[in-house]
């Protein structure tokens, strides 16, 4: 998980994290209603770190706690003693090679454009046949490591591959950074789209604000 809040953070162009208290990282977002993130390492090993992540939030404006986990259901119901929601279904931490990559090509008519606005992030952008938007990602990079982020495929050109489209270019960026490894978190949908692309699952995911 430090891996990827490093490659996140300069995915988003953010602050490094700070460790505010062993095993609990601090990252400022300043997103609206999403001012911080407080990130849990090793939760399962040292159950406390959640305690303290979440007393910690109470100090914060808009925090969101981040545990990765292999036990949601438990981490949850230690979040919701201190007065923090969890989504229903968690989230999940995914990693793989990033060579060799699958190969997804664009259909006919798409366009895709790769940029490059700083040392730390290449972004991705698919255009439809009439020049709208239809596809876009970036990628944050730290070292050796790549953190796919902002996946995202508009509504009107779902289904045709683009997103796995965007996710070979930008893995073939990455790699040509001198990245090997990608690290991700995936939305539940997100996930059944990875899995296809050769990404494992590490572990769940528990998300939590307050009610």
């Not at 990282?25 to 300043?30: I, S």
């Not at 508009?154 to 591959?161: D, E, M, T």
């Not at 296809?196 to 528990?206: D, F, K, Q, S, Y």
Request: cysteine-free; hydrophobic content about 40%; glycine content about 10%.
């Amino acid at each position: 998980m430090r891996a990827w809040v490093a490659g996140w953070a300069r995915s988003r162009d953010l602050p490094s994290a700070e460790e505010v208290a062993a095993g609990v990282l601090r990252t400022p977002v300043g997103a609206p209603g999403r001012d911080v993130e407080l990130l849990v390492l090793d939760a399962d090993r040292h159950p406390r770190r959640t305690d303290v992540a979440a007393q910690a939030s109470w100090d914060e404006r808009d925090p969101w706690v981040t545990v990765p986990t292999a036990d949601p259901g438990r981490v949850a119901d230690r979040l919701a003693e201190h007065g923090l929601a969890t989504a229903t279904v968690p989230e999940w931490l995914m990693t793989r090679s990033l060579a060799p990559s699958p190969r997804t090509p664009l259909p006919p008519g798409y366009a895709a454009t790769t940029r490059r606005p700083g040392p730390h992030r290449v972004e991705v952008e698919v255009d439809a046949p009439d020049g709208s938007p239809a596809a876009w990602g970036q990628v944050g990079l730290d070292g050796a490591v790549a953190v796919p982020d902002r996946i995202a495929t508009s509504g009107a050109h779902r289904r045709r591959g683009l997103g796995s489209a965007v996710m070979t270019l930008l893995g073939d960026a990455a790699l040509g950074s001198g990245a090997d490894r990608g690290v991700l978190v995936a939305s539940d949908e997100g996930r059944r789209l990875y899995l296809t692309l050769g990404w494992e699952v590490v572990g769940a995911v528990v998300v939590a604000r307050r009610r």
